[in-house]
T-cell receptor, first 110, second 111 residues
């Protein structure tokens, strides 16, 4: 089956840099997306890696290595508002479907 | 531009009752999705649609039915609710890009 594994929780302080890893156990993913979800809210799109390498969007960067079945989300200059859950998601099914990872809860402290 | 809206926001059902959740999007998106999210877990795909009049099964389709009679609406039905269907249900839509746009969610409790 298809599965994406993430650490359940990561803690960091304001201003720091944190990396959230995602490893997957399937072939057939066209790329890897990342979503943010605040408590009680809806997931919102952060980034998509169609190719191996690093994609940068402001304070957030995302990396993909297909050969290692591995990706990560890098958050820089952490702010309190970054406290949320972060999900990686593999794009499959003919570019139509996402398979979500287990999610990582990020806690940012002062 | 409301984006993706879901009705209702909250619902409590008794075991065996039926209900329909409505998802509407005003972005003219082709693709629409229904997910469920259980506490501390990721989202699991229930059913999806790649265009008006089409539906397809996702990872966890049992106990649910869907319909997409109009491009802007995607309905999720529970014919006979079970406590195992207690969850938060999210609808999402997308065009031909990679980004899915999510609705605010429906919190369903089955007692």
């Amino acid at each position: 089956g298809q599965s994406l594994e993430q650490p359940s929780e990561v803690t960091a302080v304001e201003g720091a840099i944190v990396q959230i890893n995602c490893t997957y156990q399937t072939s057939g993913f066209y790329g890897l997306s990342w979503y943010q979800q605040h408590d009680g809210g809806a997931p919102t799109f952060l980034s998509y890696n169609a190719l191996d390498g690093l994609e940068e969007t402001g304070r957030f960067s995302s990396f993909l290595s297909r050969s290692d079945s591995y990706g990560y989300l890098l958050l820089q200059e952490l702010q309190m508002k970054d406290s949320a859950s972060y999900f990686c998601a593999g794009l499959g099914g003919g570019f139509q479907k996402l398979v979500f990872g287990t999610g990582t809860r990020l806690l940012v402290s002062p | 531009n409301a984006g993706v809206t879901q009705t209702p926001k909250f619902r409590v059902l008794k075991t065996g009752q039926s209900m329909t959740l409505l998802c509407a999007q005003d972005m003219n998106h082709e693709y629409m999705y229904w997910y469920r999210q259980d506490p501390g877990m990721g989202l699991r795909l229930i059913h999806y649609s790649v265009g008006e009049g089409t539906t397809a099964k996702g990872e966890v389709p049992d106990g649910y039915n869907v319909s997409r009679l109009k491009k802007q609406n995607f309905l999720l039905g529970l014919e006979s609710a079970a406590p195992s269907q207690t969850s938060v249900y999210f609808c999402a839509s997308k065009d031909y890009s990679y980004e899915q746009y999510f609705g605010p969610g429906t919190r369903l409790t089955v007692t």
